[in-house]
């Protein structure tokens, strides 16, 4: 199987990047952009440390390749990430939907459902929105258990903690 289509490998990614927002005492979601077969950006949440509501990991990791691919040498870059698969380990939030609508993203792949703030199926469709000039192929459910496991031991944990 070509790297470009290994979701479990992309998502094992996501989910490093997941460990690290957990370890910070951050919600544990994880990130990972892949262009061309090549990681060009991962992230992880970093609301708490940024103070910084925005700081979702998919919007720092947005960023960051969009950074990459205009230091490619394309001049006319203009943010795209067209031909561009993200790989999250929790469904994207409206903000977030938005966001990679907004930037052309090819493809979202996703480990775990967000039951209460999902954009991509749950409570709204918004990355695949007929309304839209843009909408993105979406496959739900890669490694789901370790994603949901990893926010269920996040929030227990900090149950405990404020007990």
Known sequence: MPIE????????????????????GEVPVGVVIVHGGKVIARAFNQMEMLHDPTAHAEMIAITQAADYLKSQGDEKHRGSLEKASIYVTLEPCPMCAGAL?????????????????GACGSLYNIVQ???????????????????????????KTLRKEKR
């Open 129 to 155: 929105d007929d309304r839209l000039n843009h909408r993105l192929n979406v496959i739900e459910g890669v490694l789901a258990d370790e994603s949901k496991f990893l926010m269920q031991d996040f929030f």
């Open 101 to 117: 609508v907004m930037a052309h993203c090819e493809n979202l792949i996703y480990g775990t459902k967000d039951l209460k703030a």
């Open 5 to 24: 289509l290994n979701h479990e490998y992309f998502m094992r990614e996501a989910l490093k990047e997941a460990k690290k927002a957990f370890d910070k």
